[in-house]
Every structure is written in structure tokens, then in C-alpha cells.
């Protein structure tokens, strides 16, 4: 068995990767993680080479051999690129996100986000390929080395099951955690397997969500809210909106109906201190909807009731409308919208603005509301490209409008996508207008929501998704009409003594429900922002294992 320069590359690789990586911060962090890559990597590599030595046809190893250093360096390098550019790791989430991803968006992101990097990439490239051709390595294993070797491994495994026992961690929970953080190719293979497996899984997921509700599941009262709208908004950051302190007017409508000061006036409550526990969109979905959170993040998504089950099951139209292009595979978005008495994807080719949801709701969806409606819209709202979220007589705001201060920004490409993205938050204000409009005559509630925000050169020189505080921090309002004042004082003295709580987006369904009328067996006073029992002290956790401190 003989150790050559692509075993040594395949080994170092992860290593170089996991200098970039969250779990590496700080010295003690860092020492630890990259200790525990380098050993368990040598484990697996040297376990694979010792099958490739059974192998008799030179051929076949040769091959073997060049595809586990495709395999471990594009993943290592995948890790680095996630890591140096948006601070996320490489799990089973991502890999949803990836497979949940469009064509217009893959697109999109290749232009936007990888191809400027295309210096580092190549650069990874010829590093790649020059210690390939230079390192000349050829380390043959005797049986001593072999004895020496698998004692090392043997010591090794037992001091870290000591070290885990020693921590009163489960043994079982600490290989999990091993296997999901540190070990090459195993934590990738890990990933995408638990990924694919829920996509295999859609028939029994199609079921599970369409299970009818126990009759005593839910309570509605006898003056629920006949209208209930839910917008979910796309990328929107409040630390780049007017209405929460941005020097650049970019909410005029917004901002206008919060300047009514009086509470006897006001029909828009803004939150001051919402977070999304993730930062990016299918798996901020999938706690936003329906009553999984962070807490019980190890039941299925599909296992939870969500708000388009259980407004059914309480006698309301349900509709949701899509500016978003149907992912190519069938996922979470393409399963839990089913749920509703109907649902519409507006935007196939990913080339209309948001106004055309406004125009779809008055002609298909208006002539088919009741007595009670639930109605869902999301928002194609400020994703990247931000230049393409908005007509260009939205154009309002350019580069020399814009305060710099506090941002990373390196030359006047990216001054200009700031000002884009302002532009984009400046046309949501007015769909946000037209949508409350469509509901000013009526008994309704509108809940405005961000999936996530954006990090725009705020914590780094780079711009879109990151597991950073700013890439969290979403706008959250609530508008009721004036008949919905006149019929509820209380339900808006609640809503209005709730704004300045801190609050994470994966409980809104516990403070959603209740708020327009609808008690489920699911529902915590605890989560509820809206009730005097909420919980303003609990650890707000995002990305996974971040705390949320302001």
C-alpha cells in the first residue's frame, strides 16, 4: 500500500477548507477542529487506500484514485467558498436550497456571486494542479507501519468517545455530530444523502400534510377575522428600509402610515426586533409556515400542522400566490403550497416584477373569496439581481444618494448594487400599498414578513446570503384596517403593546392564529408575541447554532 501525492492533496485539502469555517473560530475552536479533520480524514483516506490495494487491475486504481481527489477537493473547496463568502456550512439545508433552486435562479448566482469570483476559483485551480505536478510523494506502508498506524487510529477514536463522555454528551449524539462537522467526504455524503432522502420521500410527504385535522384539534371563535393576508417577502433587509432608521427614503408609504402616532390613528404596527432563524429561503420556510421551530427542529417539516392545513380545517378559503418560478424538482415548495384551496405560480420565467401577483389576485383569485379568506403572497421581493426587481421608472434612488458609512463596499459596481437593492426595497413599499389597498375596505389583517434579509457588505466585501446577525435581522409589520379596529380594540391594544418585543420568525403561527381568532392544541403562550405570558427571554438560535445578540 503505497501513500502518493493525491492522498497527501485529498488530506490537506479539507484541512486548508476548515481554516475558513465557522466552527474554527478562535484558537481553542480552531485547534480542536482542524485536529479532529486532519485525523478522521486520514482515517477515511487511508481506509479507502487500503481497499484500492485489493484492487489487482492498475487501471482501475488509477481511476479510483483521480475521482476521490475530484471528489475531495471540489467539496473541500465548496466548503471554503461557503464558508469565506457567506458563512454558511455545507449541510443538508444547503443542499435542499441548491436542489429547491430554478434555473433563473442557478443563473443568477453563477453570475452574481460566483463568477467575480473567478480569480479565486482559478487560482485554487493551478494550486491544485501544481502540487499535483510538483509534490512527489510515494510513501510505502510496511506491516509495522500498518500496526503503528491502526493503534494510532484505535487511540485516537477512544480519546475523543473520552472526551465526549467526559462532556456527559451521548456517545451516539457526538459520532452524529463527528459525522455531520468533521469527517471528509462522510459529513458531504451525510448531507446529501439526508437531503435526498426527504425528495424520495414525497408521497408519503404529500400524505402527511394532507392528513385531516382531529376534529378537537382547533377552536375558532364565533368573530374571527374573515380576512387574513400573509405576505411573505423575499431577501428583505430592515437595515436597509426607511421605516426603521435608513437615512435613504425608501418607504414613503410605509413610513407614512407609521408616522401616525396616535394609536387611535394607526393601522400599521412595526416590529422593531424580528430575526429570521435562517438565512436563506427553503429552510426559513419551513419553520415560518407551520409549527416547527427551532426548538423541536428534529420533527419533519411535513409532520407539523401549518397555516394552510389548519385555516382549512377552520372553514377559510386559502390561496396562495407564487412570483416565484416552480423549482425543477418536486420539493417543499411544490408540496406544502397543495395544501390550500388554491395555489398560483405568477412568474415562469422569472421576468415579472411583483405587480403582476396584484393583477393575478383581482382577476383569478378575488371573484372566488367568502365569507373567511386566507391569502398567501410571496414576494420575488429583493433577490439578487436586485437591478431586475423593479421597473426602471423605480430607478429613484443612484450610487451619490447612498451613505457608505459602515459598509464594505470596494469600487462603484458595488455602490451601485447598494443602490439597487435600495431601489428594490423602495417598489416592495409600493406593492406592499397595493396589496393593503386591496383590503382597506374589508375586516382584514395583513402581516408583512421577510423569508430572510440580505448581507450587504456589512460584515464582509461581499453582498446576498450570509449566517451573519445582518443576514437575520427582516423587517416584520402588521396592518389592520379601520374596520378591523372598530370590531377588535383589543386585539389591536395586544398588537400594539408587542412591537418592541424580540421576536424569531419561526413563531408567527403561534402568534398569528390566535390574534384572528383560531386556537390550536399546538399552540404555546410562551411564542405567542401577542400575549402577556411570551417568553421575551428566550435564546433566539439561527443558522443552527448561533445566538442572536444586539
Not at 476521490?68 to 461557503?82: D, E, P
Not at 429570521?276 to 417539516?301: C, H, I, M, Q
Not at 457608505?404 to 462603484?412: A, C, I, K
Request: charged letters at 20%.
Amino acid at each position: 500500500m503505497i501513500l502518493d501525492n493525491r492522498f497527501l492533496l485529498c488530506w490537506l485539502a479539507p484541512i486548508v477548507a476548515g481554516l475558513f469555517s465557522p466552527y474554527a473560530q478562535g484558537f481553542k475552536h480552531l485547534v480542536a477542529f482542524e485536529s479532529k479533520i486532519a485525523f478522521y480524514g486520514f482515517l477515511v483516506l487511508y481506509l479507502f487506500y487500503a481497499l484500492f490495494a485489493l484492487i489487482k487491475s492498475p487501471l482501475v486504481v488509477k481511476i479510483l484514485k483521480n475521482t476521490l481527489v475530484f471528489i475531495s477537493v471540489f467539496f473541500a473547496f465548496l466548503h471554503f467558498f461557503l464558508a469565506r463568502y457567506f458563512d454558511m456550512l455545507l449541510t443538508p439545508s444547503t443542499i435542499d436550497t441548491i436542489l429547491a433552486t430554478n434555473l433563473k435562479e442557478s443563473h443568477d448566482f453563477l453570475t452574481s456571486m460566483v463568477l467575480p469570483h473567478g480569480g479565486v476559483i482559478l487560482g485554487v485551480v493551478v494550486a491544485y494542479v501544481l502540487f499535483l505536478y510538483v509534490v512527489r510523494v510515494n510513501v510505502c506502508l510496511n506491516r509495522k507501519i500498518h500496526i503503528a498506524l491502526i493503534t494510532m487510529f484505535v487511540l485516537g477514536i477512544g480519546a475523543h468517545m473520552t472526551k465526549i463522555k467526559s462532556v456527559n454528551m451521548k456517545l451516539a449524539y457526538g459520532a452524529s455530530q463527528a459525522i455531520e462537522r468533521v469527517i471528509p467526504l462522510m459529513r458531504e455524503g451525510h448531507a446529501i444523502y439526508t437531503s435526498l432522502k426527504e425528495y424520495g420521500n414525497n408521497q408519503a410527504i404529500l400524505q402527511a400534510i394532507r392528513e385531516p385535522l382531529p376534529k378537537d384539534y382547533l377552536k375558532v371563535d364565533s368573530d374571527s377575522v374573515p380576512n387574513v393576508v400573509l405576505i411573505v417577502g423575499e431577501s428583505a433587509s430592515r437595515n436597509f428600509m426607511h421605516l426603521y432608521g435608513y437615512p435613504v427614503p425608501n418607504t414613503p408609504f410605509l413610513s407614512g402610515l407609521a408616522e401616525r402616532e396616535r394609536e387611535r390613528d394607526r393601522n400599521l404596527f412595526v416590529f422593531r426586533d424580528t430575526i429570521a432563524p435562517f438565512g436563506w429561503t427553503d429552510r426559513a420556510l419551513k419553520v415560518l409556515l407551520n409549527y416547527s421551530d427551532v426548538e423541536n427542529r428534529s420533527t419533519p417539516w411535513y409532520e407539523q400542522k401549518s397555516f394552510g392545513a389548519v385555516f382549512n380545517a377552520a372553514g377559510y378559503q386559502t390561496f396562495w400566490l407564487d412570483n416565484q418560478q416552480r423549482p425543477l424538482l418536486t420539493n417543499f415548495y411544490t408540496i406544502y403550497p397543495t395544501v390550500f384551496t388554491a395555489h398560483i405560480w405568477t412568474n415562469f420565467e422569472l421576468k415579472e416584477y411583483d405587480q403582476v401577483l396584484i393583477d393575478v389576485f383581482k382577476a383569478q383569485i378575488q371573484p372566488q373569496l367568502k365569507e373567511h379568506n386566507f391569502i398567501l403572497f410571496h414576494l420575488y421581493g429583493n433577490h439578487i439581481y436586485y437591478h431586475e426587481r423593479f421597473p426602471k421608472d423605480f430607478a429613484k434612488f443612484t450610487p451619490k444618494d447612498i451613505p457608505y458609512q459602515g459598509l464594505h463596499v470596494q469600487n462603484d459596481k458595488d455602490k451601485q448594487i447598494v443602490a439597487d437593492y435600495v431601489n428594490s426595497i423602495y417598489y416592495t413599499d409600493h406593492i406592499l400599498k397595493e396589496i393593503f389597498n386591496l383590503f382597506k375596505d374589508k375586516n382584514a389583517i395583513i402581516f408583512y414578513i421577510s423569508d430572510h434579509a440580505q448581507d450587504n457588505f456589512e460584515s464582509s466585501t461581499t453582498y446576498a446570503h450570509r449566517c451573519s446577525t445582518y443576514g437575520v435581522e427582516i423587517p416584520f409589520v402588521v396592518y389592520v384596517t379601520d374596520t378591523f379596529k372598530q370590531k377588535y380594540p383589543q386585539k389591536v391594544k395586544q398588537i400594539a403593546e408587542a412591537i418592541n418585543k424580540p421576536f424569531m420568525s419561526d413563531d408567527l403561527i403561534h402568534s398569528l392564529l390566535p390574534i384572528v381568532g383560531i386556537h390550536t392544541k399546538d399552540n404555546l403562550e410562551s411564542k405567542n408575541l401577542f400575549s402577556p405570558q411570551f417568553d421575551i427571554k428566550r435564546k433566539r438560535i439561527y443558522c443552527g447554532d448561533r445566538l442572536y445578540e444586539k
